[in-house]
């Protein structure tokens, strides 16, 4: 039987904490009774994430592991997880469950009506419910970026790098296939991709906790996601010509 939803995590070193958050959603697939594949890709960790995983397969239901051996960005990862998927629905998660999996329940009706074919968590509505909130720094580089967002790019959603989000299975595997973002920014390159391609969207409020660990390299990283940014504006200029 086909899984009515595919859970995809990217995951770069990540042992000290995914377990956590895989056992977390076999309780929720345990509570709810929803089928669910979970697939989590290595994204070249350099410690015991995949050793982890694997022994948590004879534990997890529907458990499935990618890896490859270098670090290619959260882009890729996803991209090559939401390609293997299989269910109607695809949820693309953060690998700490900053955001918990029974948010899923908030974005799944806006799918089940119909009405949209991809909603998205945010951080940044009126609604949404913020436990801890991120350190200075990071609302800073969040803030700014979401003004270049805007600027280059789109002004559509209050906040497009929240990690939690739903897509059809059809949609999901459609644009990961056509994107070619391999780091920070391939949430803008999808959400773009989807306005191209006539998907409804909605930007739904949800609970969400900020956790120790980020990964984020302050300076590399801003300059990868502006340089990134320009690649997207530049290529959706180029298909409009």
């Known amino acids: 039987m086909l899984p009515e939803t595919t859970v995809v995590i990217a995951a770069y070193n990540e042992e000290k904490r995914l377990a956590h958050s895989l056992r977390k959603i076999q309780d929720y697939q345990a509570a709810t009774g929803t089928p669910i594949e979970i697939i989590v890709v ?30 290619r960005g959260k882009g890729y990862a996803l991209r090559a997880g939401v390609l293997s998927s299989r269910g109607s629905m695809v949820l693309l998660s953060d690998a700490d469950l900053s ?24 951080r940044a509505l009126a609604l949404s419910n913020i436990v801890q909130a991120q350190p200075l720094w990071r609302r800073g580089m969040s803030r700014t970026f979401n003004r270049l967002v805007r600027l280059l790019v789109m002004n559509d959603f209050l906040d497009t790098q929240c990690g939690f989000k739903l ?7 459609l644009l990961f296939g056509a994107a070619r973002i391999d780091r920070f920014a391939w949430d803008v390159e999808i959400l773009a991709l989807a306005k191209k391609n006539g998907y409804r969207i909605a930007e739904v409020p949800i609970r969400w906790t900020d956790c120790t ?29």
Do not use: W
Request: hydrophobic fraction near 40%.
């Open 99 to 122: 955001t918990p999996i029974e948010e899923l329940d908030t974005l799944m009706p806006h799918l089940a009506s119909q009405a949209h074919q991809i909603a998205i968590g945010s």
């Open 213 to 241: 660990g980020s990964k984020v390299r302050p300076v590399l990283d801003s300059l990868q996601m502006l340089v990134d940014l320009v690649r997207i504006r530049l290529g959706a200029a180029s298909s409009k010509g």
């Open 167 to 173: 897509f059809t299975g059809e949609a999901a595997r």
């Open 42 to 71: 290595d994204d070249g960790s350099t410690d015991n994430t995949a050793l982890m995983v694997v022994t948590l397969c004879l534990e997890v239901g529907g458990l499935r592991l990618i890896r490859y051996p270098r670090n």
